[in-house]
């Protein structure tokens, strides 16, 4: 389908399919027509959906909580090798601290993001969110990056779907 008919679709509230999504993303960065397109047709979503128009911001922060990375980004200033002296993993109460800082200035969203580390065991992940969602149940967590989610397949032995269930 080409991608006129595709954003067509979209603009009509019809749903894309799978398909159609892998379309829209291969649109290539270069194509400023394809890409101006793309960015109407959000714009005509987004004052459908808020006529006013009115646009809104939620506050939120991002919570690093290693710095430990085997993954080794050619760009990164922020990783350090597994044992490096550098290195850190916050503890738990340095996390709910950083939180409730967020909550205090009226924050509503967590993004938790770290380094591939390969010293922490998926139990980790679920411990800590698990720990976070009852102190602060209304606080969003918008958190791991795909690398992350990566390396807590690889240390879980679990499949993706299992690690994302859990
Ligand atoms: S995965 Fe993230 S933390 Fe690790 S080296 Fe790459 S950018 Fe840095």
Request: net charge negative; charged share 25%.
């Amino acid at each position: 389908m080409s991608i006129d008919a595709i954003l067509e679709k979209a603009v009509a509230g019809e749903r894309l399919t799978m398909d159609d999504a892998v379309r829209l993303y291969e649109v290539d960065e270069n194509d400023e027509v394809q890409l101006n397109k793309l960015g109407e047709a959000a714009d005509t979503m987004m004052k459908k959906w808020h006529p006013e128009p009115i646009t809104t911001f939620v506050i939120g922060r991002n919570v690093n909580y290693t710095n430990f990375c085997d993954t080794y980004c050619r760009f990164c200033a922020f990783y350090r090798p597994p044992g490096h002296e550098e290195g850190y993993v916050l503890s738990d109460e340095e996390i709910f601290k950083k939180i409730q800082e967020t909550v205090d200035v009226g924050g509503t969203e967590i993004l938790m993001q770290g380094g591939t580390n390969p010293n922490l065991e998926f139990s980790y992940y679920t411990d800590l969110l698990r720990n976070i969602k009852q102190r602060f149940p209304d606080i969003t967590m918008h958190s791991f990056s795909p690398a992350e989610i990566y390396k807590m397949m690889e240390v879980s032995g679990l499949a993706l779907k299992k690690c994302y269930k859990n």
